[in-house]
């Protein structure tokens, strides 16, 4: 019996040029795929400041006296720190509160449970002291928030494409949606992520954005511009594309966290539980050639993902 052939992941392709590199468009361009690129981050530190935003939010001025005790905090979680503020401010805005008391939001994600913790902070000596609550969440909720990624500072195209999306977003979800640092994979800007359930969308424009959210909301997976869930392995994120996209019975709320079992240094076993049924599939990773993967960075390669029937 013939074995399958390997399959490579549906992603998104077109021939687009420009004068004026931005990598978004060159990754559409080579037909880089957005799935499996999800950050890694089971738990995120989401702290409201209107700006300027640093290259790094630790780096942050606001932050200068206290980044040594709240890295530490935050590395007992392996939480990730992520600045946000409303959209429609502009990086250089005074700080403006958000209570009456002068306080700014801060929340505390914990993706693995889907809950969302709600507080508020004046001094950054408070951040610290929250940033080792995430066992013990304050005013603990599931409401979802999502994040679009706008750190032009980082990221041109994050800040092209990121501001429309947040514009849409915060139309057909008013008072859910926040700007935020950087989400990883500048190339798929728009970049959202949605919390506390940990799925991450590239690619998002003014046109589909709102329509991809909801779907997602109501259990509809855009595989096309799914990057994955945060909490999962990239080899999870892919083997489980790859049964949505086989299985129409199966859909993403129903999916238990997948076992993940390394077979050799580029290849995996995953195991998936949904609905009752088990899926197995064998994950391998290749790298791409090098490619100017941000729009000031340099070359580097990316993970190329195949998928077999386990």
């Not at 702290?47 to 590395?75: C, N, R, Y």
């Not at 076992?259 to 240094?265: H, R």
């Amino acid at each position: 019996m013939r074995s399958p052939r390997p399959r490579r992941v549906a992603g998104v392709s077109a021939s687009l040029s420009t004068q004026r590199f931005r990598c978004s468009l060159a990754a559409l361009e080579r037909g880089d795929v957005p799935v499996g690129t999800a950050v890694p981050a089971r738990y995120w530190l989401l702290v409201a400041h209107p700006g300027p935003w640093p290259a790094k939010p630790i780096e942050a001025d606001f932050l200068t006296d206290v980044a040594p005790d709240l890295s530490a905090a935050l590395g007992r979680f392996g939480a990730r720190l992520q600045l946000i503020r409303r959209h429609g401010r502009q990086e250089g805005d005074l700080v403006e509160a958000d209570t009456a008391d002068g306080a700014s939001p801060v929340f505390l994600v914990d993706v693995r449970r889907g809950l969302v913790g709600r507080a508020t902070w004046q001094q950054p000596e408070d951040l610290v002291a929250l940033a080792a609550r995430f066992d013990d969440l304050p005013d603990p909720s599931t409401e979802p928030l999502l994040l679009v990624c706008t750190h032009g500072r980082k990221d041109v195209c994050c800040a092209i494409d990121g501001r429309v999306v947040a514009a849409v977003l915060d139309d057909a979800l008013p008072g859910a949606v926040w700007e935020t640092t950087h989400l990883g994979g500048d190339r798929f800007a728009g970049n959202v992520a949605l919390l506390p359930e940990g799925s991450q969308y590239g690619r998002l424009d003014g046109d589909v954005a709102p329509q991809v959210v909801l779907d997602h909301l109501d259990g509809r997976v855009d595989l096309d511009r799914w990057r994955g869930r945060c909490s999962w392995h990239p080899a999870a994120q892919v083997a489980v594309h790859d049964l949505l996209g086989s299985d129409a019975d199966v859909h993403l709320p129903d999916v238990s966290p997948p076992v993940v079992e390394a077979t050799g240094d580029d290849s995996w076993r995953v195991r998936i539980e949904a609905a009752g049924r088990t899926s197995d599939r064998l994950v391998t990773r290749t790298m791409s050639t090098p490619h100017q993967l941000t729009c000031s960075g340099g070359s580097k390669v990316q993970a190329l993902y195949s998928v077999l029937p386990g």
